[in-house]
């Protein structure tokens, strides 16, 4: 666990890997939970016994699951004292290159992208790369950006 102390401590930081997440189990309890939420029950999701008919031989995690992800995923990886607050503002960028099979395992890297001066504080890009465990390509990359003003 990194603690980014301030902004300056955080400019500083600019293209450094934050760290690794440890590894999450998907299952399919936890996509079919995600579907209710979100309404998506699209059946490549949710439809084990469909899904095996098709070339992933199984059900997939929605591209947004994975993406929900994050925010768990950074609370091992970092935390930011010494400012007021930090909202979430968006992403630049979100790519699914590769399926992300329920029973897989996937986890987390991020790196300080950038970091650009706004009024009262600066806009944080941090870039994500969620891997699959034996997987050969990202199922997702990401670049998030956040918020944070000074204290």
Not at 30 to 48: K, L, M, S, Y
Not at 115 to 137: H, M, N, S, Y
């Amino acid at each position: 666990m990194i603690t980014l102390n301030g902004i300056d401590e955080i400019k500083a930081r600019v293209g450094q890997e934050l760290g690794v997440s440890e590894w999450h189990e998907v299952t399919q309890e936890a996509v079919d939970r995600f579907a209710e939420v979100t309404g998506d029950h699209q059946w490549i999701h949710v439809d084990p016994a469909r899904a095996a008919q098709t070339p992933f031989g199984g059900t997939i995690a929605h591209g947004y699951y994975t993406l929900s992800l994050a925010p768990s995923f950074s609370y091992q990886l970092y935390t930011v004292t010494g400012v007021a607050f930090a909202l979430n503002y968006g992403l630049n960028k979100v790519r699914f290159p590769a399926p992300l099979p329920v029973g897989s395992r996937v986890r987390m890297r991020a790196t300080i992208a950038s970091v650009e001066d706004i009024p009262g504080g600066i806009q944080l890009a941090t870039a994500l790369t969620f891997e699959r465990d034996g997987g050969e390509k990202p199922v997702c990359v990401a670049e998030t950006l956040a918020r944070i003003y000074a204290g």
